[in-house]
């Protein structure tokens, strides 16, 4: 059985996201489990993690954190164990060091670098950033998370802040909105997107699929 932790800490969009992972785990082989849970159990022992997450920053860190022993449980299954893991629009940004939403705030610190708000040079660029954009993949071989996807693959975003990685490498796919940003991050077994992959369509089912399959 293979166990994918959707972690619930009272953020994010919790039923699509369980309903897109189900839908393309069905087309898998293998017998599949998608546990939407808070239980530090559970999630220390899953085989993958996935982390939504809507709103500020600090409010999602907080109540990822008011939730006794999860964070721990995270970090048992991610850096002691291995396990793949998948941060969704703010779940992503939790994996900064800091977040600057209302001040500044710590982070998981799993990929270093800073969450700040969205700049655009262009005023007519709107903040929130909200709508479907095309993506623009890193130059040289393609993440794996990003394989079989068009060149400039169209995806769902909404969200004012952005996480700028300290390592320029740990950008796999950017996207331009009057002013380029990460869209897609990664280092070892961990990986962010900025978009919503459950409400991407098709090419957000395929990156769903990719990170069921993938073997950091």
């Not at 839908?23 to 993958?48: F, H, M, Q, Y």
């Not at 939504?52 to 907080?62: N, Q």
């Not at 850096?79 to 629009?89: I, T």
Request: proline share 8%; aromatic share 6%; hydrophobic share 45%.
């Amino acid at each position: 059985m293979n166990r994918v932790a959707l972690i619930d800490y009272g953020s994010g969009n919790l039923p699509s996201a369980e309903k897109a992972l189900q839908t393309v785990a069905r087309g898998l082989d293998g017998a599949w489990e998608i546990a939407v849970t808070a239980d530090p159990d559970v999630v220390a022992k899953a085989d993958r993690l996935v982390l939504p997450g809507v709103g500020a920053f600090k409010a999602c860190m907080d109540a990822l954190q008011s939730r006794p022993g999860l964070v721990e449980a995270m970090t048992e299954a991610v850096q002691a164990r291995g396990r793949p893991f998948l941060g969704v629009c703010v779940g992503m940004q939790l994996l900064a060091s800091r977040g600057l939403e209302f001040g500044a705030h710590r982070g998981l610190d799993w990929i270093p670098g800073e969450v700040a708000l969205l700049s655009p040079s262009d005023p007519k660029a709107k903040v929130p950033h909200m709508g479907w954009n095309n993506l623009s993949l890193a130059d040289g071989p393609r993440h794996p998370l990003l394989e079989g996807q068009a060149p400039d693959p169209h995806m769902y975003f909404t969200h004012s802040y952005a996480f700028a990685p300290t390592d320029p490498a740990a950008v796999v796919a950017s996207v331009d909105h009057a002013g380029r940003f990460a869209a897609v991050v990664a280092r070892d077994n961990v990986a962010g997107v900025q978009f919503h992959p459950e409400k991407s369509q098709a090419a957000g089912l395929k990156l769903i699929g990719r990170f069921l399959e993938w073997a950091p």
